[in-house]
C-alpha cells in the first residue's frame, strides 16, 4: 500500500466527488478510480459506494478514515524525525518486549521490521502477556518494557491497579471498543449502549491469558456480566458471534481483518458504548526504569519516530 493512494483516498472521502478530487490533486477522474480500485484490491474490501449523492464511505470505509489518516501523520513525522543512528551497529544482545497478543498482530510486528534492519545485530523477543500482567512485570521488575493496549477511561484504571500506578505509559495509536452484535439480536436496533445492559447478555471473549481472563472479562464482570463463551482461535469467537446467541467487544484494531466481511455484509453489527471506552495502544516504561542498551534504543525509536503503523 502506498502512501500516495492514501492521499487519494482522503480527499476523495472528504468530498464525495471523483471530479473534485482531480482538481484538489491535479490527475484525471480515471487515476483516481483507477487506485481506489488497487487500494480496495489491496485491503480486500469496498471503501467507497456510488450514490445519487455522489461517493459516500462504507462502514468499513469509515473505519479506515482514521487509520489512513494517521498512517500519513505518522508516516511525514517519521521522515521529519529520523534521528541519525550512528552507533546502532555497537548495540547488540537480546531485546525482550512484553505485548498482547493484538499489539503483535496489528501494529507491532510491522514496526518491529523496521527497528530490526536498524538494529540488525540484536535478538529480538516477544513475550505476549496480558495488559495486567505486563503493568506487574514492569512494575517489579524496573529493567523491562512492554507495549499494550490501555483504557483510557481512569474509572477502569482499577482493572490495572495497583501497578499501572508506577509506570509510565506513552500512547502511540488512539483506538475505541464497540460492543458487536448480530443482526438479529434484540441490540441490534440499538443506538448506543452501556455497559450495565450490555452484561445483561452472554459474552463471547477472546485474547484471554492462561487463566482465561482479560481486561475485558474483568471489565464485564465488574458490571455483573458472566463470560458464555470464550475462545483464543479467532475463528471460533467469530463463529460464535455469528450464531447470534453471544455479544461481543471489538475495535479498529481488534479483530479488523477477522470480521469486516461480517460487518459489511450487515450480518455483525457495531453499536457505541455510552462509557468511554477509548483506549491506547502505549509504550509501557518503569517510572524509574533501569533500561539496558537494546531497551533505550527501542524507547527512543518509538518516541522519536511516531510511526507505528
Known sequence: ??????????????????????????????????????????LGTTL??????????????????????????????????I????????????????????????????????????????????????????????????NLIGVTAVLNNPEFHNLYAPYIQQINLTPLIQDTYYCVVHKSSPLAGYKSISLTEFSKYPFAATNLNEEGESTLTKLVTQYGGQIAFSSNNLIAYRSALLSGRYVGITSNLTHYKNLESDLQSNQLLLIPFQENMQLSISLAVHQHAELDDASKAFVEFMKSSEVYL
Open 48 to 81: 467507497f459506494l456510488r450514490t445519487s449523492k455522489g461517493i459516500e464511505l462504507t462502514a468499513i470505509g469509515k473505519l479506515f478514515l482514521s487509520l489512513a489518516q494517521r498512517t500519513l501523520d505518522d508516516f511525514s513525522k517519521f521522515r521529519a524525525n
Open 83 to 142: 534521528v541519525t543512528l550512528e552507533n546502532r551497529e555497537n548495540i547488540t544482545g537480546k531485546l525482550h518486549i512484553f505485548s498482547s497478543e493484538l499489539v503483535n498482530l496489528t501494529i507491532l510486528s510491522s514496526i518491529l521490521q523496521i527497528f530490526a534492519e536498524l538494529y540488525p545485530s540484536l535478538h529480538i523477543h516477544l513475550d505476549n502477556k496480558e495488559p495486567f500482567e505486563i503493568f506487574q512485570k514492569i512494575a517489579l521488575h524496573p
Open 1 to 42: 500500500m502506498r502512501t500516495e493512494h492514501l492521499k487519494y483516498f482522503l480527499s476523495l472521502a472528504k468530498t464525495g466527488s471523483i471530479t473534485q478530487t482531480g482538481k484538489e490533486l491535479y490527475t484525471s477522474h480515471q487515476n483516481i478510480s483507477k487506485i481506489m480500485r488497487q487500494l480496495e484490491d489491496d
